[in-house]
């Protein structure tokens, strides 16, 4: 019932999204990727997809923000929640260290020096780039080359798309005392390290610091929509 409680909400941010001109990650409010008290990954994340290796190595994906997104983002039956699933298998490669033959990725771009998807997306609403993609891309996304030339300048015509990796702005909001905004490349900051607040997926153990008098809902174990994200009182019509 749970289950089906969280396909609705997050059916309700779907229509919400399509129907305001603002980011569909809006619609979210926080809540969707962060919860205060229930949440079960590091930066007090909601969502995780605990089912997903890297097809690129078969390694974990633990460690990046990959299976944060991919925790919506991938198909319920590869333990997502069905929103605009992505595939690893057939996406560009992450969680890998890059061979600089291939791409120069900017360092502070790499999370734990892997690539991850929040390289290329920074996706807090107060990014108003197409597709929340760290580089202006143009509003219809009519731009694309100018993302590629972050990591891959010798690619792309700079000088006639009127490109210069010394001149280029990427948008981060992880310095919360400089302000969301756009950054020189050498200066754009994509995470903070911050202790591990958050214990890992499963059962609390017995005298656990945190106080284990009362069992949590299902969905805390399951990672699926936080759903008291969009109503403080949720009721179950099924
Ligand atoms: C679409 C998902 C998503 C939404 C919506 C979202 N965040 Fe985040 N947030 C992230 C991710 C991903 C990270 C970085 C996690 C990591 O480093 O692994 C993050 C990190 C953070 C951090 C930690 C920053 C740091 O320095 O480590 C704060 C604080 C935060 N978000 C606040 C917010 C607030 C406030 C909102 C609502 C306006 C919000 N977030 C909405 C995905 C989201
Ligand atoms: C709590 C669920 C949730 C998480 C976690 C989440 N997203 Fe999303 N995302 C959504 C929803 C909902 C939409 C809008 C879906 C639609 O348009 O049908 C969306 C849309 C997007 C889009 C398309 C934006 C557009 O303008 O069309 C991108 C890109 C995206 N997300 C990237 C990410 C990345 C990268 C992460 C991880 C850092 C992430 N999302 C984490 C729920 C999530
Ligand atoms: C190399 C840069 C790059 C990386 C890494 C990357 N993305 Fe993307 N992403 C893009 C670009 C570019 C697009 C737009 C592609 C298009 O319009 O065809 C996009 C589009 C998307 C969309 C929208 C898809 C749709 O239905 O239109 C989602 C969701 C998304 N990315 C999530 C992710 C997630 C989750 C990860 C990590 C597993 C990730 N991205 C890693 C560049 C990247
Ligand atoms: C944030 C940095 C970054 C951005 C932005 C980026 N890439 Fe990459 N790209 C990489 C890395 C890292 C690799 C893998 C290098 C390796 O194999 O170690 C890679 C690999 C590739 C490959 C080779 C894949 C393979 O299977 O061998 C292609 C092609 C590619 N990127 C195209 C693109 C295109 C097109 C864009 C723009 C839409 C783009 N990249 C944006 C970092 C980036």
Known sequence: MLKKLGVAVVAAFISTSSIHAFGPHDGLDCLGCHSPHFAVDDKIFA????QLTN??????????????????????????????PIHLHTTHPIGIVPNPKIASVP????????????????????????????????ESASSMQNLCALCHSS??????????????KVFSAMDESAGAGEFP?????????T???????????????????????????????NPYASSPTPTTTE
């Open 55 to 84: 097809p690129v190595n078969g390694q974990s994906l633990e460690g990046l923000s990959a299976p944060k997104c991919l925790g919506c983002h991938q198909l319920e039956q590869f333990g997502g929640a069905g929103i605009r």
């Open 107 to 138: 360092v502070n771009l790499l999370k734990d020096g892997k690539l991850d998807c929040i390289s290329c997306h920074e996706p807090h609403p107060s990014n108003k780039n197409a597709l929340y993609l760290r580089i202006d891309v143009g």
């Open 195 to 225: 202790p591990k607040y958050i214990k890992p997926l499963g059962k609390l153990p017995k005298n656990d610091l945190v106080p284990n008098y009362q069992d949590q809902p299902d969905w805390v174990y399951a990672p699926t929509i």
């Open 47 to 50: 969502v995780k997809n605990t």
């Open 185 to 193: 490349v050498n200066q754009v900051r994509a995470q903070n390290d």
């Open 155 to 168: 690619k792309v015509d700079m000088a006639g798309a009127g490109l210069s990796i010394n001149t280029m």
